[in-house]
Nanobody, 126 residues
Framework: QVQLVESGGGSVQPGGSLRLSCVVS????????MGWYRQAPGKKREGVAA????????YYDSSVSGRFTISQDNAKNTVYLHMARLEPEDTATYYC???????????????????WGKGTPVTISS
């Protein structure tokens, strides 16, 4: 059974930083796309960043490019989202997702993602 467990969320002031972690268990292949998504209250879910496990290929939404960095530690089956220069607009619940193979076009809409975590809340407020 595949499980994704996020951690690292919390409350920080604008301009601060956080690092989210997602531990993947039960996935038998090492060829997968891992993504981070977020959903703010009353808003549609949006893709933030994604990474293909077999190459340092990363993808970012334009709203976070240059501020967020996705990375992976395959030995620990963990994907990270380093978030810097956080803004109130980044407030949301952040979800980790996984799907087989390279990240597909449409990954930001969840296309190709078969498994999802339960999310970790992030609040940016002064």
């Amino acid at each position: 059974q595949v499980q994704l467990v996020e951690s690292g969320g919390g409350s920080v002031q604008p301009g601060g930083s956080l690092r989210l972690s997602c531990v993947v268990s039960g996935y038998t292949s090492n060829d997968l796309c891992m993504g981070w998504y977020r959903q703010a209250p009353g808003k549609k879910r949006e893709g933030v960043a994604a990474i293909w496990s077999r190459a340092p290929t990363t993808y970012y939404d334009s709203s976070v490019s240059g501020r967020f960095t996705i990375s992976q530690d395959n030995a620990k089956n963990t994907v990270y989202l380093h978030m810097a220069r956080l803004e109130p607009e980044d407030t949301a619940t952040y979800y980790c997702a996984a799907g087989g193979g390279n990240c597909r076009a449409g990954w930001a809409d969840g296309y190709g993602m078969d498994y999802w975590g339960k999310g970790t809340p992030v609040t940016i407020s002064s």
